[in-house]
């Protein structure tokens, strides 16, 4: 779904006429902070008590089901004091989900209280937010190792149909603008290396479960010592050990990923197990991730968040650089 100026229009009255279920009212300014895969807005309350972040869902991505399970786990952490991330805020009626329509069509909206903090940039102190990352994930792995799980819990499943697939949930890598037939296949290439390796790596329950899986610097918050979690929107069962690709996205070929890597292995290190196998295997995910958001970009195309990632749509230019690298062994 393209977030056209009109839909967006439709969306904010929308959620003007929505802001009651959550003590504001219809007249709260609305800022639109981000449109990706949802449209994320900023409400602020006149009165000065409480802003809230709400993040709009595309139609056609996850169901009532899947959203209520992320939330769900969201409590859990928080109830267990793992990581600091924005608590999930209720209606009045203590729903979690609200349904707007716009443009004709059903949207739903959740809620978060807004917490402090920037993103974290990429520089010289990076490698230490990274230790303190490896910390937090590690933390939420073993979360997800331990917690029983409601029976109703629904979250999508991240493997290489999921993730890479010509049918997969963010597209078709092959359809990227400018991608060479060379380039094509240094990245098939790359694809069939990457399968090769999981099918022996596996999916037990020791290297496989739920996890956050877009650990990206634009849902890292930065505030004074502390470093919050945020947009569980992606989370899902795939592999523990991809969370570290996640949190490179975008800038896989800069110089300084070598020492974040060593940084999050070290802080991991510090809460949980990493066998040797699995600190290994973070070439294979980094490659992986790669190659899911250039299907990202080239699905997304149209997207404010792809065309500030990838004005030039030279992103899939360098994914055929880093399948040369991931195939040379260099990663």
Excluded at 255 to 266: E, F, G, K, N, T
Excluded at 272 to 281: I, T, Y
Excluded at 308 to 323: C, N, R, V
Aim: aromatic share 10%; proline share 4%; net charge negative.
């Amino acid at each position: 779904m393209t977030y056209t100026e009109t839909l967006l229009q439709g969306v904010e009255v929308g959620l003007g006429r929505a802001l009651a279920n959550w003590g504001l009212p219809e007249s709260a300014p609305l800022q639109l902070l981000t449109t990706s895969e949802n449209a994320t807005y900023l409400a602020r309350d006149p009165a000065g008590q409480r802003n809230l972040i709400l993040r709009v869902h595309r139609p056609d991505y996850h169901r009532r089901e899947e959203i209520e399970s992320e939330l769900a786990w969201i409590d859990a952490l928080r109830d267990q004091s793992r990581v600091h991330t924005p608590a999930p805020v209720s209606t009045a009626a203590g729903d979690h989900v609200v349904t707007i329509e716009a443009a004709g069509q059903p949207l739903h909206v959740v809620a978060f209280e807004q917490v402090s903090g920037r993103e974290p940039d990429v520089g010289a102190d990076l490698p230490l937010w990274f230790e303190q990352l490896g910390q937090i994930t590690a933390r939420l792995h073993e979360h997800s190792r331990q917690w029983q799980r409601p029976a109703w819990f629904a979250r999508k499943r991240w493997d290489l149909d999921s993730m890479i697939g010509r049918q997969g949930l963010w597209g078709d890598w092959h359809a990227a603008q400018g991608l060479s037939a060379d380039e094509e296949a240094l990245i098939e290439a790359a694809a069939e290396q990457i399968a090769t390796t999981l099918a022996t790596y596996g999916q037990g329950p020791e290297r496989y479960g739920l996890v956050h899986a877009d650990l990206r610097l634009a849902n890292l918050l930065v505030d004074g010592e502390r470093l919050s979690i945020i947009d569980y929107d992606d989370c899902g069962f795939c592999w523990f050990a991809y969370d570290f690709a996640a949190a490179i996205s975008f800038f896989e070929l800069d110089p300084l990923v070598p020492q974040l890597r060593r940084a999050w292995v070290r802080g991991y290190r510090q809460v949980a197990e990493l066998d040797e196998e699995s600190e290994a295997a973070i070439a294979t995910f980094i490659m992986l991730r790669r190659i899911m958001l250039s299907a990202w970009l080239t699905s997304h195309a149209d997207s404010s968040a792809a065309r500030e990632l990838d004005p030039q749509h030279s992103y899939i230019h360098g994914t055929a650089t880093l399948a040369r690298q991931y195939l040379q062994g260099r990663l």
